[in-house]
């Protein structure tokens, strides 16, 4: 069964930039359309953003337009959230997610997740 491992989150500094991978493991994720989602601490996690299997279609959510852009290598089974132009507010736990539906965009429309990865941005 195939295993979602997100890497790249840290702290950084209101202005700068991370970029968060999404790999496979256990399996190919190329055939997966994969979703970006996050969650602040008392906060409902919240769509950021996904891409279709063949990084064909990207959507984000409004909060991450212009700042954030997705794609996949499916080559090197992973995915990517390059996040630029941080926030404060964008501080959360960042989770990939795997779903074979379409052009998902909410939590029940994805069947794998990832353990998620700490971002911190501050002021």
């Known amino acids: 069964q195939v295993q979602l491992v997100e890497s790249g989150g840290g702290l950084v500094q209101a202005g700068g930039s991370l970029r968060l991978s999404c790999a496979g493991s256990?399996?190919?994720?190329?055939?997966?359309?994969i979703g970006w989602f996050r969650q602040a601490p008392g906060k409902e996690r919240e769509f950021v953003g996904r891409i279709t299997w063949s990084g064909g279609s990207t959507a984000l959510a409004d909060s991450v337009k212009g700042r954030f852009t997705i794609s996949r290598d499916n080559a090197k089974n992973t995915v990517y959230v390059q996040m630029d132009s941080l926030k404060f507010a964008d501080t959360a736990v960042y989770y990939c997610?795997?779903?074979?539906?379409?052009?998902?965009?909410?939590?029940?429309?994805?069947?794998?997740w990832g353990q998620g990865t700490q971002v911190t941005v501050s002021s």
């Open positions: 256990g399996g190919t994720i190329s055939s997966y359309n």
């Open positions: 997610a795997a779903t074979t539906k379409y052009m998902a965009t909410t939590l029940r429309e994805y069947t794998y």
